[in-house]
């Protein structure tokens, strides 16, 4: 089985949407591994986003992803990490297909609502990032 690290960002933490997009991802047929509600401070949202530092919207993103609180998620299941990337879909709401998470939720490009990892490797080091093996079940 293989797992992924998602994050409810702090736009849908803030609209309520929690309950909406867990439910949807357990219809789905995700296994939930492990869960916590937290707000990152500036330099952990740093320390996470690290591969993007060199991003002209580095500040940006990593001030808006410190702006209040989170929910990650470890999702396990077959194909996981592109399964859950399929269901968020594009980085940018604009450009999401239909049924995509961003597609109904995204506000813009930044405030998009989900995060999920975009391969093996990364899916390790985020989900390292925030649980430890006893906190993953
Ligand atoms: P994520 O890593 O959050 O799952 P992603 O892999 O689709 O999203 P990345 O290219 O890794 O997209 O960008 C990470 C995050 O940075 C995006 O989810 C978004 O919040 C923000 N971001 C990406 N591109 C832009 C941009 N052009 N302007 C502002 N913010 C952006
Ligand atoms: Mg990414």
Redesign the pocket.
Known sequence: MERTLSIIKPDGVQRNLVGTIVGRFESEGFRIAGMKRLWLSKKEAEAFYAM?KDRP?FD??TSYMSSGPVVVMVLEGPNAIQRNRDIMGD?NPAQAAEGTIRKEYGLD??K?TV??S?KPETAAKEIAFFFSELELM
Request: aromatic share 10%.
């Open positions: 993007h919207f940006s993103l980085t490009v930044e998009n995060h999920g975009d």
